[in-house]
């Protein structure tokens, strides 16, 4: 004991008198005021406000109040492994996508690196950008007012630059051989080649022009305060019907040598370009977590990718003949027959769902408008869509208050869309307006449609609306209830509107904003939803006043979405339609849509974007005429007829779903 005694009172000495051996021997004490995220990793906390230093720099959301999921052991180990999943993703998406090459011309900061939270400090308090896995969907910092941001409004852009499309993921192709001699089989080969992402950006990205030094300084400091509310991005939001997200998918398909190549050209071209919203906000997921195990799992899903990749590759190489035309037919025979056989069994029916809305909706991203390929048209296909969202029961899920759902279903997303705009093509109401009209006056209102197509989903449920209001008028209803209908719809809008200002889509630093141009999407469809509702009103005709300053104010609203191959004009091909049909001669309209056309390339022509243009300039061809030809109408009392869109693609023959 002596000697215990001699160890202890040794230290102590030396210390000084005056320390107490007490507060020596005592052990670290664990603060117990921590946020929980911290306490759940184990790791120290800073206990920063609003959000502590970790949780910043790593996006994750930071909790001071006890949550819910702390109480329960299978919830917090869930939330344990979300958490890493987000590290491990975002990790990975630095290592690859943050080897940037600036110009010589940059800013200070921008030089060698973004400024990060460890190395910009910002006297306004402004939290840095969220990562690409963060529990944060979107970046919040203070966008800029449209005179400071000029060199923004046609951002240089490289395909993959500041952020991956998608995450990483690797595909198996299995091609056999095999060598006939008088029809006799002898030698057979088997190689299995692998196709992977893993690789940096490439260096063609270029960063906006900036001000110079001093210059800069003075624009960060002067930047608007107040940050964007943060909202939690969950991973998760979609049920995608292929198991949990993960952050690395490898599957293998077996095909011949030139089926291969029309898979390497579907994932390398077409791939970027079918959900380019939904990717901003989920940041691969669609890639990982739907298309790509579609195509091991779903065997009609594949060939409907095959085919939409020959389509594609038809018309962005401007290939001609009978041999890419023959792959065209196959696989869409293939689909068919695919589908035939899963509708017999009465099997599988969330696949045969996936690949008919994939029949439909792909070939709005790829295509010409003259393809003289015979087809199914887009309506049939959706009444089997129709049936099989029945069958499933999914209307009901939805919109059962009673029924929590923990991940919205991709599948009714996608077919609210389709419903919703499409019923305009046909001037019908939407197959589920029921459905729409319970959730616009439910308590969750969300159906996923502003994270699929960045529109909020209130403003689309009007649109359901109008839609409804057009059949009926086409039914005889009279023209003073039909008024009613359109100024009690026209406050629906109203209510919709908020006082934020549109500005472009970037932060800072350059990168996107999902959260502002989900913003500026939704103005200008709920604008196109005021044009759609002004063409119900007895007597309405484009040169009245009244639509020429809508229109106007679209075009304002259109400035504001980011342009070029890179851009979200193709994600828009409805709202350019309806404020195209209404425009008149010599609007900026016109001016701002051939400019956005010019920015697009090859790309206006193809897809959707293509079809709206050759419809536009078709629909003003012969408006222009009319107008030229009569012009005493303009100064007659009688009602002015103008030409309705759908009349020219009925005197065309076109059948399109131009969403």
Excluded at 65 to 74: A, E, I, L, V, Y
Excluded at 509 to 524: D, F, R, Y
């Amino acid at each position: 004991m002596a000697a215990a005694t001699s160890t202890k009172t040794k230290p102590a000495s030396k210390a000084g008198a005056n320390a107490n051996p007490k507060q020596k021997t005592q052990m670290h004490r664990r603060s117990r005021t921590g946020c929980y995220t911290c306490r759940l990793r184990r790791k120290k906390c800073d206990e920063g406000s609003p959000m502590c230093t970790a949780c910043k720099h790593l996006g994750l959301q930071c909790e001071y109040k006890r949550p819910m999921w702390w109480s329960n052991n299978d919830a917090r180990r869930k939330h344990k492994d979300d958490i890493k999943m987000i590290i491990k993703r975002k990790k990975l998406s630095e290592k690859s996508s943050h080897t940037i090459q600036t110009s010589i011309n940059s800013p200070p900061g921008l030089s060698h690196s973004l400024p990060t939270s460890a190395t910009f400090s910002d006297p306004l308090d402004r939290t840095r950008s969220a990562s690409i896995d963060s529990h944060f969907p979107f970046n919040f910092n203070s966008p800029q007012s449209a005179h400071d941001y000029t060199p923004f409004a046609t951002p240089q852009m490289g395909d993959g630059f500041m952020f991956s499309p998608f995450s990483p993921y690797g595909i198996d192709v299995k091609t056999e051989r095999q060598v006939f001699i008088d029809d006799i089989p002898t030698l057979r080969e088997s190689t299995t080649s692998t196709f992977s992402t893993y690789q940096g950006p490439p260096s063609g990205g270029i960063l906006p022009s900036f001000p110079l030094e001093g210059e800069w300084t003075e624009q960060v400091y002067s930047e608007r305060r107040e940050s964007l509310t943060e909202e939690t991005l969950n991973v998760n939001f979609f049920d995608f019907s292929h198991g949990p997200s993960e952050e690395t998918r490898t599957i293998a398909v077996d095909l011949d040598e030139g089926d291969q190549r029309l898979l390497e050209h579907f994932i390398q071209s077409v791939l970027p370009t079918v959900f380019p919203i939904l990717e901003s906000n989920q940041h691969g997921s669609v890639s990982s977590d739907l298309i790509l195990p579609a195509l091991q799992s779903n065997k009609g899903y594949l060939h409907c990718c095959l085919s939409i990749a020959a389509q594609h590759y038809k018309a962005a190489m401007g290939v001609e003949g009978e041999e890419i035309d023959n792959d065209i037919m196959r696989h869409r025979y293939a689909v068919i027959s695919s589908l035939c056989a899963a509708l017999n069994r009465d099997e599988n029916h969330n696949q045969i769902l996936e690949t008919t809305l994939s029949l439909i909706f792909f070939q709005c991203c790829v295509g010409r408008f003259d393809d003289a390929l015979p087809d199914i048209p887009w309506h049939q296909h959706f009444q089997a869509a129709i049936s099989l969202v029945q069958k499933l029961d999914l209307p009901r899920i939805v919109s059962d208050p009673n029924e929590a759902l923990q991940q919205a279903p991709f599948n009714m997303t996608l077919t609210s869309w389709i419903d919703i705009l499409g019923a305009t093509m046909l001037g019908r109401a939407p197959t589920f307006a029921h459905t729409y009209r319970e959730k616009h006056l439910s308590h969750n209102p969300s159906l996923g449609l502003r994270e699929l197509m960045g529109c909020e989903d209130r403003v689309m449920y009007l649109i359901s609306e109008i839609a409804c209001l057009e059949a009926l008028k086409k039914d005889g209803m009279d023209d003073l209830t039909l008024c009613h209908h359109v100024r009690v719809l026209g406050e629906q809008i109203g209510l919709t509107e908020t006082d934020e200002n549109i500005t472009l889509p970037f932060n800072a630093n350059g990168t996107l904003s999902p959260k502002q141009l989900s913003k500026n999407v939704t103005a200008a469809f709920r604008l196109a939803a005021r044009i759609y509702l002004c063409n119900l009103v007895p007597g309405f005709h484009p040169s009245q006043e009244s639509c020429i300053g809508l229109v106007e104010k679209l075009t304002t609203i259109l400035q504001h979405i980011p342009s070029g191959p890179a851009g979200f004009d193709r994600s828009l091909c409805w709202v350019y339609l309806v404020g195209g049909a209404v425009s008149v001669p010599g609007s900026t309209f016109r001016a701002f849509f051939e400019d956005r056309i010019a920015q697009l390339g090859d790309l206006a022509n193809m897809g959707s974007f293509g079809r709206v243009t050759s419809l536009l300039r078709e629909l003003w061809l012969q408006a222009d005429h009319q107008q030229a030809t009569s012009p005493a109408s303009a100064t007659s009392e009688a009602p002015q007829q103008y030409i309705h869109w759908r009349d020219v693609m009925q005197m065309k023959g076109w059948d399109y779903l131009l969403i």
